[in-house]
């Protein structure tokens, strides 16, 4: 697909898409959000980006390929549940810290660790197959599993 | 240790594999590594185990709770044997372009879905692992991209589908009337309700999730087009594990509910028609997974069976064939994985004369297959046995009279395999043989389960005892409620 308007409306797009995703994102704690929501909506940021430009350009956009994206997002969210147990308390259990900001306080919490986690690998599975799909679709969709049929 | 830790350390291992993908060696024991500090850990844990855990800090029944009881970590530990052997075998079985497609981490994961499954005691959650097992195991099913394992892989998919949306309503139905999804609030809940007919609509839909995933009659028909498509190791491990996760859950779930014949006399004879016809669809299968796949099913039959009768020896009886069928059904897929890399072919027509060429072969192919039959002194004889005697201690003569037969139609079946794989003439030979190193890399994981089948006969009694002393933990769920908590 190559059409000047999507490709117009798409720069208008994606910068609300990332920032309601960032939004949802910081409200989940309490609120509906939270990293799985947010992950899906920066996504499909993506998505959008994929059909105006095509996958190769999302490739080249994305600094880390999908599966890393995954790794470090599975990482990241067994790591901040680890911090619990360091601390002698049940896995996945929150732990806070409050700083005294210009503005008011900030609380930061290892839930909001787990909850970028949890983005990182919907935004990596999200784009994996994604990238797949289109790319499989781009490529001859004859050539594969012909030895078997 | 604490019931997490398994879960954590398949978690990491997945991680860690996901991030880097371009060395194989690296892979491959980073892979080995992680599955042997689980199996580390599930032995420490099956040693003592820790009991209830609440993720987060969040008291029960609002938070999520894992239990690791001696069931729980028994089945654990049995898991984490079949995954190390499997990882072993993927070494020369599972092709270099699935290693590089995700086969390692794909492995972690569906060993932490199980695992998971087998620890948690939430229903809820228990629907979440469910979901991660799927998916990793459709991972691995379509991992090979040619057509037959697409196509086998999407009716496995469609038919666990429907069984999630039955899970799913039915922990959507059980929270809108009970108000609570830990299983043990559930069952004094359930112990103070009046309501039969909501208890049987619920507990009936439930039960159908569970009979899919555990390829009971009539709803098995996705595992037989499904586990021969994919390599041998992913075969086994499916074979090993994934069913009877649908097993446990029915066990857990069972052992929630106050005593009602209605739905006793149902399980039974879910039981017994998975038994006669998952053996007679195996006698008519002419390659070995196919074959094996149908004793699967016909072999859940007995586990179900066992569940339904319950009182007395029942439940010890479920417990020791869960464990007794894990290592053997593996095994002998793995037996099946030697055989078809020595022949090329998993026809038995097209296979013989590996009596002769390979005795240690045919030794290690009958271990499992004698013990699956359940001919003394192996464990698949205690099974049976514990099964057929708690079967006339409670006067159910057809119940006995049923799983004798099936016993002997599955000997059949396993002299059919021999006949035609063993001990007919050496059919002509067009490929090389597989070189030493090979066959002991494949035979190792073999070789070690079938010494735990022998093991686990032998020291029987041991087995039965940790068993029992499962079933014994099991059951308080029930009898617990004349005092019901605060």
Known sequence: ?149 | MTAVHPLMVSLLTAGMLLAFRKNRWAMRLLSLAGGLVHLGISIQLFREPSGMLQLGSWPAPFGISFLADRFATMMVLVASIIGLAVLITSWIDVESREEKLGFHPMVHVLMTGVCGAFLTHDLFNLFVWFEVMLMASFVLLGLGEKRVQVSGALRYFALNLVSSLFFLSAVGLLYGWLGTLQMSDIAIRLAQTEERGLLLGIGALLFLAFAIKAALFPVFAWLPVSYPMPSFGVSALFAGLLTKVGVVAMVRFYCLLPADSTLQSFIIFAGLATMVVGVLCAIGQSTIRRILSFHIVSQVGYMVLALGLFNGLGLTACLFYLIHHILVKANLFLVGGIVHRIQGSEKVQECGGLASAYPWLAFLFWIPALSLAGLPPLSGFWAKLLVIRTGLDQGNFSAVGVALAVGLLTLLSMIKIWNEVFWKPLPERTEPPPSRRTLAILAAPSVALGLLTILLGVFAQTGIEWSDQAAQELRPQVVLLEEPAE
């Open chain 1, 1 to 149: 697909m190559n059409s000047a308007i999507l490709q117009t409306l798409c720069k208008a797009v994606i910068p609300l898409l990332l920032m309601t995703a960032i939004w949802f994102f910081l409200r989940g704690h309490n609120e509906p959000g939270g990293g799985f929501i947010a992950g899906l909506v920066f996504a499909s940021a993506y998505v959008l980006y994929g059909l105006a430009f095509g996958p190769q350009a999302v490739r080249e956009s994305m600094r880390l390929s999908p599966r890393t994206l995954m790794a470090f997002g599975l990482l990241l969210s067994v790591a901040a549940g680890l911090i619990g147990v360091f601390d002698h308390q049940a896995f996945l259990t929150g732990l806070w810290t409050e700083f005294e900001t210009g503005f008011g306080k900030l609380k930061l919490g290892t839930p909001l660790l787990f909850d970028l986690g949890v983005m990182l690998v919907v935004i990596g599975a999200v784009n994996s197959i994604l990238l797949e799909l289109t790319e499989a679709g781009e490529s001859n969709p004859q050539s594969q599993g012909e030895e078997a049929a």
